[in-house]
């Protein structure tokens, strides 16, 4: 939820590449990339961001190394499904 810094907060903590990934992917009853199938992992990233730091985070923009990390993630709870 947009703006929900309890829940927010939690995931926060979790950490961007950590968060992200696992949007990316799906957790829950959330559907993979929030249920916009043509995101890219940077395009989801960025919304990510967005929705972090309405809820309090001061997350920038992915730059190279955490996409990397990202997608490396990502990769990894793909190859487990």
Excluded: C
């Excluded at 926060?12 to 696992?22: L, R, V, W, Y």
């Excluded at 967005?50 to 190394?65: H, R, S």
């Amino acid at each position: 939820m947009l703006g929900d810094k309890k829940q927010w907060g939690k995931l926060i903590k979790e950490g961007q590449a950590h968060i992200t990934s696992d949007g990316y992917h799906g957790v829950g009853a959330m559907p993979p990339k929030g249920g916009k199938p043509d995101l890219t992992v940077a395009e989801f990233s960025s919304a990510v961001v967005y929705m972090a730091n309405q809820a309090g985070a001061n997350w920038k923009e992915p730059d190279e190394a955490m996409l990397k990390d990202i997608n490396k993630r990502i990769a990894k709870k793909q190859s487990k499904s």
